[in-house]
T-cell receptor, first 109, second 111 residues
Framework: NAGVTQTPKFQVLKTGQSMTLQCAQD?????MYWYRQDPGMGLRLIYY???????DKGEVPNGYNVSRLNKREFSLRLESAAPSQTSVYFC????????FGSGTRLTVV | DQQVKQNSPSLSVQEGRISILNCDYT??????FLWYKKYPAEGPTFLIS?????DKNEDGRFTVFLNKSAKHLSLHIVPSQPGDSAVYFC??????????FGTGTSLTVIP
């Protein structure tokens, strides 16, 4: 099925560990995004990529890095995970309306 | 600073009745608005959109109304069905780029 694929679906990290969340879309969209969703906070933009080769900070970029590997793939990296980064992470691609992945539930202990 | 606000965290409605979900925004330059629906453990899915040049858009049981002077949009679901129970997010964008999301309203449709 066409859409946005995120891996992994669940992850538990210890404080200070690093990991990369993977995202791929097969809709040939130029724009891709990483959001986090926290209770009572809605969806907050971490980073986005308007096109291949470009990335920009969103509302809450601190503690994260991203890579737009090619048009299909946009990864999110936590270099040194902190408990405050416990959240559900959604990747999305955009063509006048987002298509979201199914999310990654990350717990940092 | 929340640019898009959904002031009702939850709403309960009887099956067959109308559900009205509300959303307010602060930036008068927003030109595109959307509603998303989210079930637990799934990503949000697109429901309906409206451009700022319109004041109403209808798709089956779902109608979105936009009041630009009040910076307010609403989603009407008629008739409401139990399968509509989900969290609904409104979102606003400038020139179709970065979208700003509300905090969501959890709708429960009671059979």
């Amino acid at each position: 099925n066409a859409g946005v694929t995120q891996t992994p679906k669940f992850q538990v990290l210890k404080t200070g560990q690093s990991m990369t969340l993977q995202c791929a879309q097969d809709m040939n969209h130029n724009s891709m995004y990483w959001y986090r969703q926290d209770p009572g906070m809605g969806l907050r933009l971490i980073y986005y990529s308007a096109s291949e080769g470009t990335t920009d900070k969103g509302e809450v970029p601190n503690g994260y890095n991203v890579s737009r590997l090619n048009k299909r793939e946009f990864s999110l990296r936590l270099e040194s995970a902190a408990p405050s980064q416990t959240s559900v992470y959604f990747c999305a691609s955009n063509n006048y309306g987002y298509t979201f992945g199914s999310g990654t539930r990350l717990t940092v202990v | 600073d929340q640019q898009v606000k959904q002031n009702s965290p939850s709403l309960s409605v009887q099956e067959g009745r109308i559900s009205i979900l509300n959303c307010d925004y602060t930036n008068s330059m927003f030109d595109y608005f959307l509603w998303y629906k989210k079930y637990p453990a799934e990503g949000p899915t697109f429901l309906i959109s409206i451009s700022s040049i319109k004041d109403k858009n209808e798709d089956g049981r779902f109608t979105v109304f936009l009041n630009k002077s009040a910076k307010h949009l609403s989603l009407h679901i008629v008739p409401s069905q139990p399968g509509d129970s989900a969290v609904y997010f409104c979102a606003a964008a400038l020139e179709g780029n970065q979208f700003y999301f509300g905090t969501g309203t959890s709708l429960t449709v009671i059979p």
